[in-house]
Structures are given as C-alpha cells and as structure tokens.
Nanobody, 127 residues
Framework: QVQLVESGGGLVQAGGSLRLSCTAS????????MGWFRQAPGNEREFVAA????????DYADSVKGRFTISRDNARNRVYLEMNALKPEDTALYYC????????????????????WGQGTQVTVSS
C-alpha cells in the first residue's frame, strides 16, 4: 500500500504564491510519475501538473503553464508544486497521486491513470 500526504495549502491573496509538498511512503518506489490534480466545487477533478520520473520530463495544464512549477526530490519520495501568480480560479482542493509501480506510458493528464491519492490540501485564493 502507498500513502501520500500533501501539505502547504492555505489562504493567499491573488498574485501570491504557495508551495505544495507531497510525500509518498510505502514499498512502491520509484514511480513512473507523480502528479497534481485539483477539484473545485461543481468541477470534476482536473489535471494540474505531472513529473515523469524516468526521464525528468514535466507536463502542465495550459491554465497553469508559466505560473506553476513541479519538481522532485528523489531521495525523499517527494514532489513539490510551486504556485506563483495565483488567481481566484486556482481555488480548489489539490491532490497528489502516483500510479502503480511499474506503470509507464500512462496518460498523466487523466486522473484514471493514477492509483494512489492523498487526502488533499486546500488552496484558497481571495479577491
């Protein structure tokens, strides 16, 4: 079993910044990818960003490209999401996720490709 714990969410004014962290524990590591998704009331869970561990590639939703940066810490089974120039529309519950060990060539933009999820951390952007 894999456990994921997110942290770093909070309340911030528009234009501000937050850094989210996700730490994985359990037996299944390394992972093909670690991803961030978000879900706001009335919306489906949507892709935010992903880090492809094996080749160091990243992928971002168009809505956050240029503002958010995903990075990894190999030794600590950790992924970060640096969020800058936050907008009210970024308000959501943010989740990190990983696929099963051995998975590859998944569509990291689809939440269905991921098997393990954290409990989420709330990001609220005011004004």
């Amino acid at each position: 079993q894999v456990q994921l714990v997110e942290s770093g969410g909070g309340l911030v004014q528009a234009g501000g910044s937050l850094r989210l962290s996700c730490t994985a524990s359990g037996r299944s590591f390394p992972y093909y990818a670690m991803g961030w998704f978000r879900q706001a009331p009335g919306n489906e869970r949507e892709f935010v960003a992903a880090f492809i561990w094996t080749d160091g590639k990243t992928d971002y939703a168009d809505s956050v490209k240029g503002r958010f940066t995903i990075s990894r810490d190999n030794a600590r089974n950790r992924v970060y999401l640096e969020m800058n120039a936050l907008k009210p529309e970024d308000t959501a519950l943010y989740y990190c996720a990983v696929p099963e060990q051995g998975a590859n060539w998944i569509n990291v933009r689809s939440f269905r490709a991921f098997d393990y999820w954290g409990q989420g951390t709330q990001v609220t952007v005011s004004s």
